[in-house]
Structure formats: structure tokens, C-alpha cells
């Protein structure tokens, strides 16, 4: 087994971004697929829809978290893998009466103070920005194909906005799936991040270009005349040649169903009725995209 990594990211927050890290996540879970989640936002949205309240807080408390890691890469040169952060089995949803096979590395708000002290700590030592990177791009890069084994996706939720963590997670992913509202602001700084991210260069030779061009997903869609002629605006961008990004057939609506979803965090709700059936069916068809595009189905 090795698993395909997948990235979703955006520099803009608010465009449904943890929904489609849970929903996808617990969707290829019930198709019978081992699923990591690895949480590289500090606001730890995706790992308390994940794991609960009460769970994460026991995970922080024992040093379980992608800030952990960090730490320990600082202090100690990486004592510690991220095997030994992951928590197994943590999903409180089930499908056909089986727990969801599902493992999460959490995040916590440390991440955030984690992340700029890599920076400086590193820079402190007359560290160059392509030595920073190079730096992270090794110890993610096998992080992830150490770990990768054991599951057959890994999807990784980066915070909003640029930061080294997401650049590195983008161009280690298999897959990047941008989640973006279908107006105005949203779509505003996809050309800014689709430039940032896949045509300028990183770091040194050694962070490569991501592997696919970034895959907007049209979120939070509601049905009037601005989401439609955005959606159509963004379709035709992406059917062009030399295209910027690729864009799912799948659309995934504004329904206060996704909310009440994301909101079950300390209870033990069968799939389908956790996400309905019309979220569900959403849910399959982003899914079997995903792996048609994995596959290598460029259609």
C-alpha cells in the first residue's frame, strides 16, 4: 500500500474548506479506504470535527500534534516520527454498523507560534529562506512516505493563506484541491495563488513543482445568477489550453445540512445520516473524480 496525498488549500478562509477535509475524508472512509488526516491548520477545525472536544484536548495534553512534531524537530533533530503523533481509529461516525477507518494527526493553536519560531530559530543561525524550505521539504517529504504506506490517502488540511508548511504539503500532494465560494472575493486571488504555487520556483532544486496543475471544487454554492455565471466563467478558464487550474464537474451547495454535519463532534452518527443523503451524493461524486483523476483519467 501506498497512499495518495492530497492537499486542499486556499489562501482565502471561509470558502468550505475543513467541510471538504471531513466530508471527503469520512466519504472515502465508508468506501472502505484507510484515510489520514493531517491537520496543518492552527485553528485545529478539521481535527475537533474529527476527533471530538474531549479527544483533542487529551491529544494535545500528550504532545500527539503536528506542533509537537515541530517542536521536536527544533529542539531535538526529530526524535519523534509522525507515526508516534497519529491517534488511530479516532472517528466517532459509522457505516454499515463498522467505526470509520479513519486516523488523524491533530493540530492545535501552538502551530501557529511553532511555525514562525522554525523561521527564526533557523534564521538565527544564518539560515538561508532555500535552506529553510529544503530544510522542511526533507523532513515532510519522508515523514509522508514512511506514513503513507499504512493508508490508501492522506489528506491534508493547510491553513489559509501562504505558509511554508502548505507550499512544502502542495508540492509533496499527489492531488491539490482548491475549495472556492463561486463569487467576487473568492475567486479574486485564485490566479495570485495558482501563480505563487505552481510557477514560481522553491526552495532549492530539490522542491519540485507540484505533480498536478491545483483542482478548484465550487463550494458554498447557492443558486443565483453570480454563483452560476462565476462557475461557468471558471469552467470555461479552466477547459482552455495552457489552463491555470482544472476544475471538478462536482459542486457542492450552501446547505445548513453541511453545518449540522460538521457540528456532531461527540456523537456516533451513521454516515449517511450524519452528511443526508443529498450531501452523501455530492460527497461520491467529488470522490469518484478524485480517484478518476488519480488514476490518470485527464478527461
Known amino acids: 500500500m501506498s497512499g495518495k496525498i492530497i492537499a486542499v488549500a486556499n489562501m482565502k478562509g471561509g470558502v468550505g474548506k ?56 527544533l529542539h531535538n533533530g526529530s526524535s519523534i516520527t509522525f507515526d508516534d503523533c497519529i491517534r488511530s481509529n479516532v472517528s466517532n461516525v459509522t457505516h454499515l454498523g463498522n467505526q470509520l477507518p479513519l486516523s488523524l494527526l491533530a493540530s492545535s493553536p501552538a502551530l501557529r507560534d511553532l511555525e514562525h519560531k522554525l523561521v527564526h530559530v533557523l534564521t538565527r543561525k544564518n539560515t538561508s529562506w532555500e535552506q529553510i524550505v529544503d530544510a522542511l521539504w526533507a523532513l515532510m517529504k519522508l ?15 493547510c491553513a489559509p493563506g501562504i505558509s511554508v508548511l502548505t507550499e512544502v504539503s502542495v508540492r509533496l500532494a499527489d492531488l491539490v484541491i482548491v475549495p472556492t465560494i463561486p463569487d467576487f472575493l473568492s475567486t479574486f486571488g485564485l490566479d495570485a495563488f495558482c ?17 498536478r496543475p491545483p483542482h478548484v471544487l465550487a463550494t458554498r454554492c447557492r443558486q443565483v445568477r453570480i454563483h452560476q455565471k462565476t462557475i461557468d466563467h ?27 454535519a460538521l457540528g456532531q463532534i461527540n456523537q456516533y452518527p451513521p454516515f449517511a445520516s450524519k452528511w443526508t443523503p443529498a450531501i452523501v451524493g455530492h460527497l461520491n461524486d467529488l470522490m469518484t473524480e478524485i480517484q478518476e483523476r488519480l488514476n490518470g483519467d485527464q478527461s
Open 18 to 73: 475543513t467541510a471538504t477535509v471531513v466530508g471527503l475524508a469520512e466519504a472515502l472512509a465508508a468506501s472502505g479506504n484507510s484515510v489520514l488526516v493531517i491537520d496543518l491548520d492552527a485553528q485545529a477545525n478539521a481535527s475537533i470535527c474529527i476527533a471530538g472536544d474531549t479527544m483533542l484536548a487529551d491529544l494535545m495534553r500528550r504532545q500527539c500534534t503536528i506542533d509537537a512534531f515541530i517542536s521536536d524537530f
Open 143 to 157: 515523514q509522508l512516505q514512511r506514513t503513507k504506506k499504512h493508508f490508501d490517502y492522506v489528506i491534508i488540511d
Open 195 to 211: 501563480t505563487s504555487m505552481w510557477e514560481r520556483s522553491l526552495g532549492s532544486a530539490k522542491a519540485k513543482t507540484p505533480k
Open 234 to 260: 471558471l469552467r470555461t478558464t479552466a477547459e482552455a489550453e495552457k489552463a491555470p487550474f482544472w476544475m471538478f464537474k462536482t459542486t457542492i451547495p450552501e446547505t445548513v445540512a453541511i453545518a449540522d
